[in-house]
């Protein structure tokens, strides 16, 4: 979830520019484009099947053009100083206030799109103070997912409150084996992986250095204390996470639903799924919803983006959406079509549950998340190496505020 972040002002003069003098290049009129982050082989290609289904039934054709995840805001800022964007942009949550707040994106409300069914977290997910601009189709969170065998053979219960977390990855610890992985990396892993512990203990991003925050860290630090947690956490992205566990370097991990097709291609590990462990019991275990919405870009030729208005309504059909999400093993964001997805894939029921209470990173700050982002990181890299959790957040609030 590594993101590289774009300047609001830089932003906003290429994308006001691109609206302005409206669209600069000849298009096909049958011919639509949607570009995502779909690099990966088999996201490439369900999403190429979704978009031809849509085609059809919307008699054009859609093309695909996937670049990296780090790579889409810049490209699209690009394409938008050349008055070359494309009909549809599927953008990480996270990054679309910023093309949003720059008027870059059509309100998808007056292109017909409703958000009936569709939880308020999961609306809020895609829009910008108060306007819906990015429609998802799919959502994810974090879980606490377990070795099965390692804690039956210890004889340790799955934790789900902060102080048996703390136990039993101490009990868990031993012979080169870490009782927990997590990512702590100063990239946007690390924050997506803190969130659960500071939102579920009731801190807030707009104040970094408020007590609930700084407890939240310290129990991170504790766990690296206590042993439990590998040194290099500081480091790990999610992936690394995942390969640890899968490696039995850890028994216990942070981790999201895509990494649940690489799991389940070792059927000698019997892993479960929980909910991530609160401070207290009864504490709702609030984590971050994660994935990506998709756009409209604002080009000034109002008949094309009526259109790509209907396309974005295909793919984020309900049908469509159970479908992408029993592929990807994502939670759909159609509450009808999740609650479908519960009785195909019950071993992921918990993560359902966390989804219902998660909430976007940028619903209280839009763009100027990535300022937050940016500073949490820094305290991290601090904390977990020596520094007080106190310091390092008292110097995350004073970036976060001063945006340096």
């Given at each position: 979830?590594?993101?590289?972040?774009?300047?609001?002002?830089?932003?906003?003069?290429?994308?006001?520019?691109?609206?302005?003098?409206?669209?600069?290049?000849?298009?096909?009129?049958?011919?639509?484009?949607?570009?995502?982050?779909?690099?990966?082989?088999?996201?490439?290609?369900?999403?190429?099947?979704a978009?031809?289904?849509?085609?059809e039934?919307?008699?054009?054709?859609?093309?695909?053009?996937?670049?990296?995840?780090?790579?889409?805001?810049?490209?699209?800022?690009?394409?938008?100083?050349?008055?070359?964007?494309?009909?549809?942009?599927?953008?990480?949550?996270?990054?679309?206030?910023?093309?949003?707040?720059?008027?870059?994106?059509?309100?998808?409300?007056?292109?017909?799109?409703?958000?009936?069914?569709?939880?308020?977290?999961?609306?809020?997910?895609?829009?910008?103070?108060?306007?819906?601009?990015?429609?998802?189709?799919?959502?994810?969170?974090?879980?606490?997912?377990?070795?099965?065998?390692?804690?039956?053979?210890?004889?340790?219960?799955?934790?789900?409150?902060?102080?048996?977390?703390?136990?039993?990855?101490?009990?868990?610890?031993?012979?080169?084996?870490?009782?927990?992985?997590?990512?702590?990396?100063?990239?946007?892993?690390?924050?997506?992986?803190?969130?659960?512990?500071?939102?579920?203990?009731?801190?807030?991003?707009?104040?970094?250095?408020?007590?609930?925050?700084?407890?939240?860290?310290?129990?991170?630090?504790?766990?690296?204390?206590?042993?439990?947690?590998?040194?290099?956490?500081?480091?790990?992205?999610?992936?690394?996470?995942?390969?640890?566990?899968?490696?039995?370097?850890?028994?216990?991990?942070?981790?999201?639903?895509?990494?649940?097709?690489?799991?389940?291609?070792?059927?000698?590990?019997?892993?479960?799924?929980?909910?991530?462990?609160?401070?207290?019991?009864?504490?709702?275990?609030?984590g971050?919803?994660?994935?990506?919405?998709?756009?409209?870009?604002?080009?000034?030729?109002?008949?094309?983006?009526?259109?790509?208005?209907?396309?974005?309504?295909?793919?984020?059909?309900?049908?469509?959406?159970?479908?992408?999400?029993l592929?990807?093993?994502?939670?759909?964001?159609?509450?009808?079509?999740?609650?479908?997805?519960?009785?195909?894939?019950?071993?992921?029921?918990?993560?359902?549950?966390?989804?219902?209470?998660?909430?976007?990173?940028?619903?209280?700050?839009?763009?100027g998340?990535?300022?937050?982002s940016?500073?949490?990181?820094?305290?991290f890299?601090?904390?977990?190496?020596?520094?007080?959790?106190?310091?390092a957040?008292?110097?995350?609030?004073?970036?976060?505020?001063?945006?340096?």
């Open positions: 979830m590594s993101k590289r972040f774009t300047s609001l002002a830089t932003a906003s003069v290429l994308v006001a520019g691109a609206a302005l003098a409206g669209c600069g290049q000849q298009r096909d009129a049958d011919v639509y484009t949607v570009m995502n982050s779909s690099t990966d082989e088999s996201y490439h290609r369900w999403d190429a099947e978009m031809a289904r849509c085609g039934r919307l008699g054009v054709t859609i093309e695909q053009q996937s670049v990296p995840a780090a790579q889409v805001m810049t490209k699209a800022l690009r394409m938008a100083s050349s008055k070359s964007l494309p009909d549809i942009v599927q953008f990480d949550a996270s990054e679309m206030p910023t093309f949003a707040e720059a008027g870059g994106l059509v309100d998808l409300g007056t292109l017909g799109l409703s958000t009936d069914g569709i939880p308020e977290g999961i609306v809020e997910f895609g829009s910008y103070e108060g306007t819906y601009y990015g429609a998802a189709r799919s959502v994810n969170t974090l879980a606490l997912f377990y070795d099965k065998d390692v804690l039956d053979e210890a004889g340790v219960r799955v934790p789900t409150t902060w102080a048996q977390l703390r136990e039993a990855a101490k009990q868990l610890t031993r012979d080169g084996r870490y009782g927990l992985a997590l990512s702590a990396g100063g990239a946007e892993d690390g924050v997506f992986q803190f969130m659960p512990f500071m939102w579920s203990n009731g801190g807030d991003e707009t104040d970094l250095d408020g007590p609930k925050v700084v407890e939240a860290l310290d129990y991170w630090k504790g766990l690296l204390t206590d042993g439990s947690l590998s040194k290099s956490t500081v480091s790990w992205t999610q992936a690394d996470v995942n390969d640890q566990f899968m490696a039995g370097n850890a028994a216990m991990m942070i981790n999201g639903p895509w990494q649940v097709e690489t799991l389940n291609g070792d059927e000698s590990l019997h892993w479960g799924l929980a909910p991530i462990p609160v401070p207290r019991a009864g504490d709702d275990s609030v971050p919803l994660g994935g990506a919405v998709l756009t409209v870009p604002n080009t000034g030729d109002e008949e094309r983006e009526r259109t790509a208005g209907r396309i974005v309504a295909c793919l984020s059909s309900e049908k469509e959406q159970l479908t992408y999400a592929n990807s093993w994502m939670v759909p964001a159609n509450a009808r079509a999740a609650a479908a997805w519960r009785e195909r894939v019950p071993e992921l029921d918990s993560l359902a549950d966390q989804v219902a209470v998660a909430r976007s990173r940028t619903a209280q700050l839009g763009a998340w990535s300022s937050v940016l500073a949490l990181q820094s305290a890299q601090s904390a977990l190496t020596g520094q007080s959790g106190e310091s957040l008292k110097r995350a609030q004073q970036r976060a505020t001063s945006g340096n």
